[in-house]
């Protein structure tokens, strides 16, 4: 889906994106302005969007621009705590004895969580329906 700087800036200018919690609350209407064919353009982004609810937790918690965690590391942390409430009340010393974590790592992940306006993003998120569980763990 064509969900490029372009649009994300236009959507930034227009004050309809002030977080990345904010693309789960567009509408249609919002989108289909912003393009030739807007309205089949808008239907396809919210469908993308609404989609994408449904991703693993690694890939949010990659999206979020923790210093320090990569692709790599997300799925370290989705596999190790299953969930998003788990993983923000981690600790550091838990965190960086977990193999290719490790301390600054740790603290780097501690540190986001522990901020309001992450909290205040994740509340924002999970009302939106966005998955905060790791799907690929093993159900016993």
């Known amino acids: 889906m064509d969900f490029g ?12 994106l002030n977080n990345i919690a904010d693309i789960y609350y ?22 993308a969007i609404n989609e994408s609810k449904n991703n ?11 210093r320090h965690i990569g692709t790599k590391s ?18 550091a010393i838990n965190l960086s004895f977990i193999e290719d974590i490790g301390t600054v790592t740790a603290n780097s992940v501690c540190e986001f969580f522990a901020q309001e306006q992450t909290i205040d993003l994740i509340q924002k998120l999970q009302d939106a329906g966005v998955n905060m569980k790791d799907n690929s763990r093993r159900r016993k």
């Open 5 to 16: 700087y372009a649009i994300i800036e236009q959507l930034v200018q227009k004050d309809l």
């Open 26 to 47: 567009l509408k249609k209407e919002d989108i289909a302005s912003l393009k030739k064919n807007g309205d089949k353009f808008a239907t396809n982004l919210i469908n």
């Open 56 to 66: 693993n937790l690694d890939k949010l918690i990659s999206a979020l621009g923790i």
């Open 74 to 91: 997300a799925k370290i942390l989705s596999r190790e705590y299953g969930t998003m409430d788990k993983l923000m009340k981690a600790n």
